[in-house]
């Protein structure tokens, strides 16, 4: 008795040029299943890191713009369109935001601190680079600087904001080094007082987040080399005036 053979393939496959049946399932994922569930799993951190930082940057502005007592979790929820509760899938509390807030923006100075100094050069050119680094730092840390300056006194005591002051008197630290680095070279007057000097660039640099603009007609570079011409040379064009009488007790 003679089979009848056909030239059409199977229900779910299809033939190839040998007449060979294929499979009629879907080109689809067909990785081992462990390394799709890790792929999942690393867009499902991406997400959830992405929106901690979306949340992180909204409570940033909260708190510049309100003060962080003022600032409830349910300000933060409602800005970030969430409940409240779900907020606690991604910070403790709203303590652990403005201190994650705060580190992330010490850090990221300090470690450009230190990479400036590290490269060293002119105590002038130096100075420079880090009154640069400031304000270059008010395009990604406006709120966290702004927050810092009006919280500094109602965190200091808190648990867990002791960096606060550790973060200070290492930017201190530097900076004076660098004055002192300077005055022996003679680059800088002998007569001043560099924790003077120190704080009085300091907080001329730091107040300028509430007006300076990227989109102005000066870089953060040509910002920074005005500020210390005024703070080295000044704004008079005679001849430098006396010396100054002392300097600060250290």
């Known amino acids: 008795m003679v089979t009848e053979t056909s030239d059409k393939p199977r229900r779910g496959g299809h033939s ?15 990785r081992p299943s462990d390394e799709r569930r890790r792929a999942v799993g690393g867009a499902a951190e991406r997400s959830a890191s992405d929106r901690r930082a979306e949340i992180l940057r909204l409570a940033a502005g909260l708190f510049a713009e309100r003060g962080f007592k003022a600032t409830t979790v349910r300000d933060i929820a ?7 509760g779900s907020l606690y899938h991604h910070f403790d509390s709203k303590e652990s935001i403005i201190e994650e807030l705060l580190r992330e923006y010490a850090d990221d100075l300090l470690a450009d601190y230190r990479r400036i100094i590290a490269a060293g050069g002119p105590p002038r050119q130096v100075l420079s680079q880090l009154a640069n680094s400031v304000f270059a730092s008010f395009a990604g840390h406006r709120a966290a600087i702004a927050v810092w300056q009006n919280e500094r006194q109602n965190l200091g005591h808190r648990p867990g904001f002791a960096y606060l002051a550790e973060a200070e008197a290492e930017v201190e630290r530097l900076w004076t080094e660098v004055i002192r680095q ?24 730091w107040m300028a987040v509430h007006w300076y603009s990227p989109d102005g007609p000066l870089t953060t570079q040509q910002l920074a080399d005005q ?12 001849r430098r005036p006396p010396a100054l009488p002392s300097r600060l007790a250290p």
């Open 182 to 205: 300077g005055i022996e070279a003679g680059e800088f007057r002998k007569d001043i007082d560099p924790r003077l000097a120190y704080r009085f660039v300091r907080d001329s640099i």
């Open 16 to 30: 190839d040029s040998s007449g060979r049946i294929k499979s009629g399932r879907g080109s689809g994922d067909r």
């Open 227 to 238: 500020y210390l011409a005024i703070m080295l040379d000044g704004i008079d064009s005679r």
């Open 78 to 84: 409602e800005a970030a369109g969430v409940l409240s």
